[in-house]
């Protein structure tokens, strides 16, 4: 049996925890909060989309950042058994749009409990407050490797032994949950390579107006792609589903999504096109045919009152503008022209992205531990001996929709899985 200490309370370091704990060693988790799981408290909007139900071979083309890595640890420990396991622990599931995974109470809190109670039930000694300052180490007998890790030094001077340390301390992104990247200090010390992190999973600034007349809209079945102006053809991205006006530009699901794509193109200060279909469910002759019903329904109508039943009530103004149309204008006096520019503008509305909202307000932390230098099987260390990784603190990052905390049940499920 053999002591392992693991830093951060979250999805991954919980996972790790029962696991180790399960197979008969003792476990002793530290987590600076006062509580465990607080990042976890608000993912999906404080509901949790914990997995996605798609195929496991599926989950790999959600992966943005070295999916290949995640092969072991995906088969290890599937989306399929994270349902078994929180269901087998009485939580009930449902699945959504996409095939996202949530509790169905609704409640990122019931989440948590589960992996609470049993951290209890398996005698996981839990420590909150408990701030890690810095690794213990003495020299290795591993070829390759110049030092073992003995333990952990808290912030408050106190020493802790232990057999093997898992680092599970996630991000910079949040940085209120905890996530202040102590882990990517620890492990460069340690003589890993960090890859620079930035923001994964967030909201895309716009140089237009136009989002700032439209904030708080939101649009629930559209399509959109991103795509450099140059290349108007060649997507970096694309989707269908919800998007978000906001003060400083775009969000929701689809343009986090995309964020993670686009992001170095746009870190690089370059400009990409965000194109919009409004109307995506049809085409543009099926559109033109509903504009002319709904035209013909009410000729004397003034054209922002004869679209309200195909336009959300905030953006008739907007497109008006695009198009070039007065909005007192009767529908008798729009030409065919003025028809096929609304038309032509509703299938296709175009942005200008300019950049990413700040690291802070990201969801995810993209880079990190550079996975090469990690065993994919155990998530053990190459470079220090009884170190070991699990969750956001590696380069690993996907896209929305339950992939990321796959990527962290899944990691920690496989940490010290060469010792349990």
Partial sequence: MK?????????????????????????????????????????GKGRCNIT????????????????????????????????????????????????????????????????SQECRQRGVQVQLRAEVDDLMTE??????????????????GD?????????????????????????????QKAGHTIVPVRAGLTGMTVKEEIPSRLQGLTLKNCALSVSRQEKPDKSLYSGMGELLFTHYGVSGPLILSASSLAGDYLAGNGELQLHIDLKPALSDVQ??????????????????????????????????SICGIQENIKVNHISREQRKKLCDSCKDLVLTLTGLRPIEEAIITRGGIKVG????SSMASKKMEGLYFAGEILDLDALTGGFNLQIAWSTGYAACSDIV
């Fill in 52 to 115: 996605n139900a798609c195929d496991v071979s599926d989950l790999f083309s959600n992966i943005v950042s070295n999916p290949k890595f995640l092969y072991s640890a995906f088969y290890g420990f599937t989306n399929q058994d994270v349902v078994t396991f929180f269901e087998g622990h009485g939580l009930r599931t449902k699945q959504e749009r996409g095939r996202r995974v949530f509790p169905r109470s609704d409640k990122s809190s019931d989440v948590i409990k589960v992996l």
């Fill in 287 to 320: 559109l033109d045919k509903r504009i002319l019903r709904d035209f013909d329904a009410a000729p004397n109508l003034d054209i922002k009152n004869a679209l309200v039943h195909l336009l959300p009530k905030s953006l008739i103004p907007v497109m008006l």
């Fill in 139 to 156: 020299p290795g007998e591993m070829p390759g490797k110049e030092k073992r890790v003995t333990g952990v030094i808290l912030k408050n």
């Fill in 159 to 187: 020493h802790i032994a232990a057999d093997a340390v898992v680092l599970a301390t996630g991000g910079v992104s949040y940085p209120s949950t905890g996530s202040t990247g102590d882990g990517y200090r620890m492990a």
């Fill in 3 to 43: 002591k392992v200490v693991v830093v951060g309370g979250g999805a991954a370091g919980m996972m790790a925890a029962l696991r180790i704990a399960e197979a008969g060693h003792t476990v002793v988790l530290l987590e600076k909060n006062e509580k465990l799981g607080k990042k976890l408290f608000i993912t």
């Fill in 373 to 376: 230098e990690v065993d994919p």
